[in-house]
């Protein structure tokens, strides 16, 4: 059976976690995390990165930073991952669900606007198959309302949007502050993992607080205060060296891991275009986006032909998976939901397969994978 993912070792991992265990650093904030979070700094022009324990983690400290209180609102994706909603709902948040693109999964920039409140605090872009959100109208309205954009770049490492004045800018970079994950799932992984990115200067000083369960470590550590105590709220955000050890082996090979992926992603595109069927829809690319090679997806017409492709592809040894149910029909919200129909979320929710993609995959399973299709 061809899996849908496997978890690619770049070669490295498990010398730098002997390394971090050898040196007896092992608990966080060592030589591996900063070696990570430098890297993002440098390489995308982050302001400040933190690593954390998970993208739901990343996503949690940007809620408690938003300072988001009980009765506040924020619009998010309906068809999104679960730790989207979850964050901000723990911090009291109304969820006021957006519907996606027509064309692609993300949200719908032009239905945000009259979803606005005087209690809106954030909206919450999620980068869908690395694909980014139309971010220069995001921030338009953001700015225009004063609310806080946070980016789940969650699978959305090293992928870029670009501006109508052509400047690019990489994903997570854009909003006041972002989320990635390592998971095991994404382009690069720790196994579970994640990176709270910071863009707005005003919240660094406080996410490190938050990181450090609620301590001001962090300066002290820097020198810049004689005593450390508890300051603020927070929770242990912060991961392992161990885990960080095996992102820092990830990060030196992101480029060959990115050509492989973006080799693969090709081979499937071109295979489908020459298929031609027209009860297939393949992943469309706004002007404004870059791929990054996350996933490679397909929109079938209905629930039932997507059910008949995944058995289908399992009975010729191929795993392929659906992807998220709407999160305002999810059992836990949809009492909540104010009853808007997204028909656009419920279509992706209904009608998207993900094909097995990893960069261990071959070539030739892909070209066996569409023969067995047509
Ligand atoms: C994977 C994913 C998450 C959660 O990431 P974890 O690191 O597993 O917490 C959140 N949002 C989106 C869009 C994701 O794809």
């Keep these: 059976m061809i899996p849908f993912n496997k978890p690619y070792l770049s070669g490295n991992e498990t010398l730098y976690i002997e390394d971090a265990v050898r040196t007896g650093k092992i608990s966080g904030n060592g030589k591996y995390t900063k070696l990570c979070q430098d890297f993002f700094e440098n390489k995308y022009g982050f302001k400040k990165c933190l690593l954390t324990t998970s993208c739901t983690d990343a996503l949690e400290m940007c809620a408690i930073l938003a300072d988001i209180k009980q009765g506040d609102e924020v619009i998010i994706p309906s068809y999104t991952f679960v730790s989207t909603a979850l964050a901000f709902i723990r911090q009291g948040a109304k969820i006021v669900f957006a519907d996606s693109e027509a064309s692609n999964p993300n949200l719908d920039v032009t239905q945000i606007e009259k979803l606005i409140t005087s209690k809106t ?122 885990i960080a050890a095996f992102l820092w082996a990830q990060l030196e090979n992101l480029n060959d891991i990115q050509n492989r992926r973006k080799l693969l992603w090709k081979t499937y595109m071109d295979a489908f275009q020459k298929l031609n069927n027209s009860s297939i829809q393949l992943p469309v690319f706004p002007d404004y986006a870059t791929n990054n090679a996350h996933m490679f997806y397909l929109v079938l017409p209905d629930l039932a032909s997507r059910s008949d492709l995944i058995t289908r592809l399992k009975e010729n040894g191929f795993h392929s998976v659906f992807h998220y149910i709407s999160l305002h029909s999810s059992d836990y919200y949809k009492d909540k939901h104010d009853g808007r129909i997204l028909p656009n979320t419920d279509r992706f929710s209904d009608c998207l397969v993900r094909l097995p993609f990893f960069y261990e995959l071959e070539i030739n399973d892909i070209n066996r994978l569409v023969k067995c299709l047509e």
């Design 121 to 242: 605090k954030a909206i919450v872009p999620v980068h869908y198959a690395g694909v980014a959100c139309d971010m220069d109208a995001i921030m338009t309205l953001a700015n225009k309302y004063n609310l806080l954009v946070i980016e789940d770049a969650a699978q959305a490492i090293d992928s870029y949007y670009i501006s109508s004045n052509g400047e690019k800018k990489p994903l997570g970079g854009i909003g006041h502050m972002a989320a990635f994950s390592f998971h095991e799932t994404k382009n690069i992984i720790s196994g579970e993992g994640g990176l709270l990115a910071i863009n707005d200067s005003k919240f660094v000083q406080r996410a490190e607080v938050i990181w450090e369960k609620g301590t001001n470590r962090a300066e002290f550590f820097r020198g810049e205060v004689n005593k450390y105590g508890w300051i603020d709220i927070g929770s242990s955000f912060l991961p392992s060296e161990i």
